[in-house]
């Protein structure tokens, strides 16, 4: 059925009006539909009331597992949308759909009201013969009067031939699925796009994972729900992945080694730290590694993947102290970290070989999996050694006095901290290149670090990288501006980039400043920040912990993601940082359920 430049598949056929935009209108995000020719014929299914099995719907009055359907209307489309709350835990549905060949396939989700603002929400989607869903979520406001919109989500390029989508809940999170759209692509589109799958691109973007996050809002038991954290990164300018474990030797995979978080632990302070333990239990009794599930999705999408851990992660206090609970730690009181006055701490001393070997160790098991790298996280926190006797014993060694009575910005403090680290730094490349040869490998193992915004905290905590470039025990680094025990200073301008460029120039060692996807600044000052580090020469951006389904930490509108992903992408960066940020496709709704928007807001009475 054909209405206007666009056919609808719903109980009434009257366009949806955001569909209409002309893509000469504003510059369109990399996944927006109006960037294809064809999106005047995309084929719109609204009647959300045709998924299947007819016994997971419901209407009326809401019940545990299952989607509500619930009627919508925008300014000239109206349609049935699927409908759960964060606690409804609804079972997966599917929706036929009738199109055939090469298609954009597109997913309107709307806002879910807190009742007074906006809440979180989400969903995820895959086609029935894709193994992966992707996640997704509508990072939008309400508008004006508490009025609802939908934001369009990205979902895939694929050739349609008989296959379903598949639209299954976010553990926690409620959902207003609306529609399903469905772009054809012209020959020429469907060439250039099938093409570009398998050009070997230049991507120049580092992505860090931490241990921890992608499994506790998720809750999953299969490597396929493992593997949903990665989908939505394969068309995105990330080429290179530092895979946190958790901490030091704290991990996520079945280790002999190492303890899993939370490892003998009955009482957690949230259920959401019980989540992660019963997740990593239930996979390990399947057999199923989390680390090797994303090794393997990294090489798939053909990313390097380094193994990093966070050196001082070893426990937590309360309510922590049983859910990051290193046994090694326990296991040795007299290796800790002590304060000058004999205080202990909960790190581990560094100027302990047995705590260098403990590492050494864990990165020897995770080397089973041949990633391309690994390599520390320093700027997650401080101090690897104080005054212990082992660190005493060595500053007496080398400057025939006693630490105890140096001062805490003593020079020779600094540099013992620093020979014993350069120690370190060593007995890992020697690791790796033993590795590498027992292993028959052409292409030696590299050794990535995150490390601290000005030379004067590098100094300080004993990471002498001038000395460790010269010896090629690291190759790549990621500057950040937020650690503590450092200086402090936590503003993105207090990167001191000119260092950086100063002692890796007419090196192999590469520097790369970072970004945090949690605290980017507003998405067109973003922009202007990378664009400046391009300007001055700097390889590409290191982005701590992206996720594709998150939306703007300051509020802006849209997904992250959209702009995180493209950030390698040098003439597109500065375009943005001039002209600023295109939005993404949003349709206003006049109508959900039974509200019917309008100026007098509801929930006033209460």
């Not at 280790?255 to 949230?270: A, M, Q």
């Not at 010269?470 to 000119?498: C, N």
Request: proline letters at 6%; glycine letters at 8%; one cysteine or more.
């Amino acid at each position: 059925m054909k209405t206007s430049a666009l056919a609808i598949l719903c109980s009434c056929a009257v366009p949806l009006a955001a569909a209409e935009v002309k893509p000469a209108q504003a510059e369109l995000f990399p996944t927006d539909s109006r960037r294809w020719s064809r999106v005047g014929d995309a084929v719109v299914l609204m009647d959300l009331a045709k998924a299947e099995p007819a016994s997971a719907l419901i209407t009326g009055k809401r019940e545990k597992g299952k989607w509500k359907l619930i009627p919508f209307t925008t300014a000239e489309s109206k349609g049935t949308a699927l409908s759960a709350y964060g606690g409804t835990g609804p079972v997966p549905v599917k929706l036929p759909l009738a199109a055939r060949g090469w298609h954009a396939v597109y997913v309107g989700l709307a806002t879910t009201s807190g009742g007074f603002n906006i809440g979180p929400n989400g969903i995820k989607a895959r086609l029935s013969d894709e193994p992966i869903f992707k996640r997704m979520a509508c990072n939008l406001d309400l508008l004006p009067n508490r009025r609802a919109q939908i934001q369009e989500q990205y979902l895939t390029v694929a050739e349609l031939k008989g296959q379903s989508l598949e639209i299954a809940p976010l553990p926690g999170r409620p959902a207003n699925v609306c529609y399903v759209k469905l772009v054809p692509l012209t020959a020429e589109e469907t060439q250039t796009w099938t093409a570009s799958r398998l050009e070997k691109r230049v991507r120049t973007s580092i992505a860090t994972f931490d241990g921890h996050s992608w499994i506790w809002p998720y809750r999953p038991t299969t490597a396929e729900q493992l593997a949903e954290e990665f989908r939505g990164f394969e068309d995105s300018d990330i080429g290179k992945w530092w895979f946190q474990v958790t901490g030091a030797d704290l991990v996520n995979y079945p280790s002999k080694i190492g303890t899993y978080s939370g490892e003998g632990t009955t009482d957690f302070p949230s259920g959401s730290y019980a989540a992660v333990t019963r997740s990593l239990e239930t996979l390990f009794k399947l057999g199923i590694n989390p680390l090797k599930v994303a090794r393997d999705a990294a090489k798939a999408q053909g990313a390097e993947f380094h193994v990093m851990l966070r050196p001082a992660g070893w426990v937590g206090s309360m309510p922590y102290e049983e859910t990051f609970n290193s046994k090694f730690y326990y296991a040795h009181p007299e290796w800790r970290c002590f304060d000058r006055d004999g205080t202990p701490t909960f790190f581990m001393s560094y100027a302990v070989s047995e705590v260098r070997r403990q590492l050494i160790e864990i990165f020897r098991e995770t080397l089973a999996l041949q990633p391309e790298g690994v390599g520390f996280l320093f700027n997650r926190g401080m101090p690897l050694m104080l005054w212990e006797d082992a660190f005493c014993v060595r500053f007496k060694q080398m400057h025939n006095a006693d630490a105890r009575e140096a001062g805490d910005d003593d020079p020779r403090i600094y540099a013992t901290r620093a020979a014993v680290m350069t120690d370190f730094m060593t007995e890992v490349r020697a690791l790796l290149d033993e590795t590498a040869r027992a292993q028959g490998r052409t292409t030696p193992y590299k050794i990535s670090l995150g490390t601290f915004a000005k030379e004067a905290d590098n100094v300080k905590w004993g990471l002498d990288l001038p000395r460790w470039i010269e010896r090629g025990l690291v190759d790549e680094l990621a500057t950040t501006w937020f650690a503590y025990h450092t200086s402090f200073e936590k503003t993105p301008g207090q990167i001191d980039m000119e260092y950086y460029r100063r002692i890796t120039k007419g090196t192999k060692t590469k520097a790369y400043p970072m970004v945090i996807a949690w605290k980017t600044g507003k998405p067109q000052e973003l922009c202007k920040n990378v664009a400046d580090y391009y300007v001055a020469g700097d390889p590409g951006v290191a982005i701590w912990d992206p996720q594709v389904e998150k939306g703007w930490p300051e509020g802006s509108q849209g997904n992250v993601f959209d702009v995180l992903g493209r950030l390698g992408d040098h003439e597109r960066v500065a375009r943005w940082a001039k002209s600023g940020v295109p939005q993404p496709l949003t349709v206003p709704l006049t109508r959900l359920d039974e509200n019917h928007f309008s100026r007098w807001f509801p929930n006033t009475g209460f």
